[in-house]
């Protein structure tokens, strides 16, 4: 809608520790000095620098970069853990450093939820109540944080769960406890701190696609760090590739993969298979469908133009050929030689 403030907008902002804070920030906003020589002349360190960014509703904006890079320093300026040494903040139009202790604790409580690399469950509280835990310091009632608990539970397939205890749950299955708990409170934006990189790779990949879809249904704004590229791919409307406390890039996947702005980011991206871009609408052939790819597409279920490379795979060998549709209108079919072609041309 024109005009609505943006769940998510940071202006310029600069984090500075060390002493000499406000005399190495004059410094760099004359001139421009590494890191390594901001540590040299001011026994200073530079964790973000004159960053700016917008997130969208509905959006998933990934922030990577390797460790060091000021990703996860970024990350909790959003919910002023850490204060800028200039510049700022605004969730859905307020100025946050403007906000109160009280002010500050509804924020965190009602608009923002956080999910981290390591969910620190309550051992001794099951499910449930680790879930709506948040609910309960809020003094929420007992039977509407339970209510809320259970939906939040179903949004992230544990359902069945509720009263079993943390240790009773898988590695992937306590990272989702801790989704649910961030959920809950149906906050206006999700910040996710490298939430699924201690997990295996197969498990990681799942919730990753679970996550995705997830965001996609309840229309929420997410900050997603990461400093693994495929997730951020996977995951991200956007992506920003961080660097000494700065973006380098932003951009669309695609576009971050295909036309790297620096040497940086082309290092980054060396190896990522170009298959992930890889959708229906980008190999379907003809509007009609006619013929024996046709036939074989109209008897099965349609995908819709969106659907990934890894789902029209198992579509298209298991009925020879695919629709696809929109809005109940037929836009192409997917058909073996088409999906065969796209595969060979991107990695040609």
């Not at 956007?238 to 932003?250: D, L, P, T, Y």
């Not at 295909?258 to 980054?268: C, G, I, L, S």
């Not at 099965?300 to 789902?311: C, F, I, K, N, Q």
């Amino acid at each position: 809608m024109a005009g609505a403030a943006m769940p998510v907008r940071c202006r310029n902002l600069w984090k500075i520790y060390g002493e000499r804070e406000r005399e190495v920030l004059a410094a760099m906003q004359r001139a421009t000095l590494s890191k390594d020589e901001v540590r040299e002349r001011f026994d200073c360190v530079v964790g973000v620098q004159d960053v700016s960014f917008e997130v969208g509703e509905g959006e998933t904006f990934c922030i990577m970069g390797l460790s060091g890079s000021g990703k996860s320093t970024l990350l909790r300026h959003v919910n002023r853990l850490i204060e800028p040494s200039s510049g700022q903040v605004e969730i859905q139009g307020q100025d946050i450093s403007r906000l109160g202790a009280r002010g500050l604790e509804k924020l965190r409580a009602e608009a923002i939820g956080m999910v981290f690399q390591h969910m620190a469950l309550w051992p001794h509280r099951t499910i449930r109540d680790n879930v709506a835990f948040g609910l309960e310091v809020r003094g929420v009632g007992r039977r509407q944080r339970r209510e809320a608990a259970d939906r939040a539970l179903e949004l992230v397939r544990l359902d069945g769960w509720e009263d079993r205890y943390p240790d009773e749950l898988s590695g992937g299955m306590q990272q989702r406890v801790g989704l649910a708990r961030a959920l809950a409170a149906d906050p206006d934006v999700l910040l996710m701190d490298e939430p699924f990189s201690a997990l295996d790779p197969l498990i990681r990949r799942e919730l990753q696609g679970q996550f995705a879809e997830l965001a996609r249904e309840m229309n929420k704004t997410v900050l997603f760090i990461t400093h693994d590229l495929e997730e951020a791919i996977q995951v991200g409307h956007r992506v920003a590739i961080m660097n000494e406390g700065s973006f380098v890039q932003v951009g669309r996947p695609e576009e971050i993969l295909t036309r790297p702005a620096t040497d940086y980011v082309a290092k980054f991206v060396q190896g990522v298979s170009h298959l992930h871009f890889l959708t229906a609408a980008k190999v379907m052939e003809g509007g009609d469908a006619r013929g024996e790819a046709g036939a074989a597409a109209g008897d099965g279920a349609a995908v819709g133009p969106d659907t990934p490379l890894v789902e029209l795979l198992d579509t298209v060998a298991a009925q020879g050929g695919v629709a696809v549709e929109e809005d109940g209108r037929r836009l192409g079919v997917v058909t073996p030689q088409a999906l065969l072609a796209a595969i060979r041309a991107r990695i040609g």
